[in-house]
């Protein structure tokens, strides 16, 4: 006699087995609820737990994840937008999380990278130096006015 398991278990198995390795969105986990041929009303009411159960919770979630990405990698509130966009998080979400990143922490975050790239590129002269680290800013989602003011601010302090 086979034994069928329950379709709730097996989706229930799925969404804690991709919790247990990080955090992720209602939405990241609705895809792959999806992806595993889950069907939706299964889906849906397994969401809802989890939610109401606090293992998740999209508005704490984008925090993290922008805070982190923002500190760790110097990411600009454009790419961390993008980032959380393909993560499924609702517009009014991610714009709360971006709105904990001034202009101050991005031009902070950016110098920290102009320095960071600077030791790497002692060799090389004013300007190649000065269009390399621009393109890194550019790479990480600066805006040209907050590129230009890292490039000012340090340069200034390197040179």
Known sequence: MDYEPDPYSVATRIAVDALSRRARSRGELAQLLRKKDVPADIAERLLDRLVAQKLIDDRAFAQEWSQLRHRSKGLSRRVLAQELRKKVIAPEVIDDALAQISHEDEVIAARNLVAKKLRSLSRFDDEIKRRRVHAL???????????????????????
């Open 137 to 159: 800013l550019a790479r990480k989602g600066y805006s040209s006015r907050v590129i230009s003011q890292a490039l000012r601010e340090e340069l200034t302090i390197s040179f």
